[in-house]
Each structure stands twice: as structure tokens, then as C-alpha cells.
């Protein structure tokens, strides 16, 4: 049978813990238990696992310290953290993210809902070490078979974008699409194909730290609030985070950390300027906001490629790079370029 994945569930209340367990093993992972942080670390540091479930209110160490420990630790660093805690405050649920984890479930929790959570960070985990030993045999045997790992390569990069569409069904096809203006843009620029082939990656994952949103804010109908719209904003620099240990040919996570920034410095996370922001963030930043504009959103009916383009034309050279929102509006006005399905 398939190794599913090894899990570490957290909780001071045995009955709590004993149903985590329970749900866990049905679904055929390998589970080990803790009933405190002291004995959650100890069993991770004797054994990582993939992935953890921890909750926060313990007495002694609560969630919050094993996760900083756990972060600290270089044999643990990188396992995922899912807090599973009756927790509701968003500014705990920022703490918690703060800390390095990546996703939240409340208690009382939906047996579904947590499943298809735990799925997909496993998923996410296994996608984002398989990248990383891709890139490794590509830099190896690139001399020979440049074009199968090419092909392999672009192959896990959108499955690793396809497992956060999974949490946003409301914006499933947004990467793909976004990419395929970017690349559009990118060679009415006259780019060369290396480096339009490094704009295609980064738009198809310029998105990837949504994985660490909570999927109510992602798909909440009406407007955000001021803490809701502070973690969406996270997402450039936990996309970032996320990719930052891959060495790709092509500066994938820095696109993906600055797709957000602005030619007047009005941007984040890091209110990057004009020739401070790499061109091909530039692009991918202009084709991200045509087609978010020109599609559906839970909170509102799609605008349309024409309010799109008087958006770019509107903030072309003090919000968007002047040659890049120029080079957009041709594919439109003059090039008919229309998004595929």
C-alpha cells in the first residue's frame, strides 16, 4: 500500500486527540500522538514527520511555542503546520501564520473539510520537494535531455498551481490565464524565449502563497476588512517563502514576491520602485490585474477587458511600467488577443 504520509496530532484533551487519531488512521495515514508540546517535539525531532496538527490552547507550552520551535529546528523546519484549534479571533489566526504555519482549522471541525485540508499540504509538501530534486536533475543532465525536464518540470510547477485552485474555485484558471498574457507581453517586448519561458513559470505560480489563506477569506462574497485584506496580502511574500530553496534557472521567486509592487513604490511587500522591480514582475504584475479585472470574482460580476485596459492605461508609468502597459493595450486594440478557456 502507498506510504500516505506520516502526521503528528497535537492536543491536551484526550478525547480530542483520540478522535483526531482515529479519523487520521481511517484514512490511512501513519499517525503518532502527543498529548503536550514537550512530547510533540521530542517525537519530532526523533522522527519528522509530513505534516503536523497541532492545537494552540495547551497548558504548559501552548501551539503557538511548538510551532516556533519546531521552525527553529532545522530538522523540522520545513514540515507543515496546521493549527487545529477553537481559536477565532483573526488576530490569533495571524499570529498562528506569523509563526510559520500554513493553514487553520476550527474547531468544531468538519471530518471533510479537515481531510481535504491535510490533503492538500501533503500534496503541496511532496509537489514542492519534487521541484526541488527536478531542478537538481535538470542542472545535472541539462546537456541531454533539456527538453523532457523542461516538460517535467513545467508539468509539477502547474500542479503545484492547480493545488491552490483547489482552495479558490472562485479564481481556478487565474494563473494560467494570467500566464498567458504575460507570455504574450513578454514577447511583444521582444524578450528572449529563455527568459519568456521564465515568465511563463512565475505566472503560472505567482499565486502559490494563497495556499496559506484561510479559504473563508479567499471565497468571502462581500468586501474584506483591514485585517482579512492584510493576510491576502501576505501571499507575494509567502509565495516567496515557498520557492526561495529552488533553484531555478530563472529568479521564479522573486517574480512571484514582487507581482504585487508598483512603479511608484505604492506596492508590497516590499515597496520596491520602478528599475527596483524585475521586468518580469512588471509583466506578470499588468497581465495579473487584466485579467482579474476582465473575470468573475466572488465579491463582485467580472469588469471586462475594456475597463482592464483603462485601468492599465490610467496608471501607465506611475502605477504600471509605461512599455508594458503599452505592449498589453496593442495585444488587445491591435493583435486581438483574447485569453484561452
Not at 516538460?151 to 474555485?169: F, G, K, N, Q
Not at 505566472?203 to 468571502?220: C, F, N, T
Not at 487584466?290 to 469588469?303: D, G, K, N
Request: with cysteine.
Amino acid at each position: 500500500m502507498m506510504d500516505k504520509g506520516k502526521i503528528l496530532a497535537v492536543d491536551d484533551t484526550p478525547a480530542s486527540l483520540r478522535l483526531l487519531t482515529e479519523i487520521l488512521k481511517e484514512e490511512g495515514y501513519e499517525v503518532r500522538s502527543a498529548i503536550s508540546g514537550e512530547l510533540a517535539l521530542r517525537a519530532a525531532a526523533h522522527n519528522p514527520p509530513d505534516l503536523v496538527l497541532l492545537d494552540i490552547r495547551m497548558p504548559g507550552m501552548d501551539g503557538y511555542e511548538v510551532c516556533r520551535r519546531l521552525k527553529a529546528d532545522l530538522a523540522t523546519r520545513d514540515v507543515p503546520v496546521i493549527f487545529v484549534s477553537a481559536v477565532t479571533e483573526t488576530d490569533e489566526k495571524v499570529q498562528g501564520f506569523g509563526l510559520g504555519a500554513v493553514d487553520f482549522v476550527s474547531k468544531p471541525y468538519q471530518h471533510e473539510e479537515l481531510m481535504a485540508r491535510v490533503r492538500t499540504h501533503l500534496e503541496l509538501n511532496r509537489l514542492r520537494h519534487h521541484l526541488e530534486d527536478l531542478v537538481m536533475e535538470r542542472t545535472a543532465e541539462l546537456r541531454e535531455s533539456r527538453n523532457k525536464l523542461k516538460t517535467s518540470l513545467l508539468d509539477s510547477i502547474t500542479a503545484l498551481a492547480a493545488t491552490v485552485e483547489l482552495r479558490d474555485p472562485y479564481t481556478a484558471g487565474h494563473q494560467r490565464r494570467v500566464a498567458q498574457l504575460a507570455i504574450a507581453i513578454a514577447r511583444e517586448l521582444q524578450l528572449p524565449e529563455e527568459q519568456v519561458e521564465g515568465v511563463h513559470l512565475a505566472g503560472v505560480v505567482h499565486d502559490v502563497g494563497k495556499i496559506r489563506v484561510p479559504a473563508e477569506i479567499l471565497s468571502k462574497p462581500g468586501r474584506l476588512n483591514e485585517t482579512e485584506f492584510a493576510i491576502i496580502k501576505e501571499h507575494s511574500q509567502d509565495g516567496y517563502e515557498i520557492l526561495k530553496s529552488i533553484d531555478f534557472p530563472w529568479p521564479i521567486s522573486k517574480i512571484v514576491q514582487q507581482h504585487h509592487e508598483r512603479q511608484d513604490g505604492s506596492g508590497y511587500p516590499l515597496a520596491l520602485k520602478g528599475e527596483q522591480i524585475l521586468l518580469e514582475a512588471r509583466i506578470v504584475a499588468v497581465a495579473d490585474v487584466v485579467e482579474a479585472m476582465a473575470s468573475h470574482r466572488p465579491y463582485r460580476a467580472a469588469l471586462g477587458v475594456d475597463a482592464a485596459l483603462r485601468e492599465i492605461e490610467r496608471g501607465r508609468g506611475t502605477v504600471y511600467d509605461p512599455a508594458v502597459a503599452e505592449a498589453c493595450v496593442r495585444l488587445f486594440t491591435e493583435q486581438r488577443f483574447a485569453f484561452l478557456a
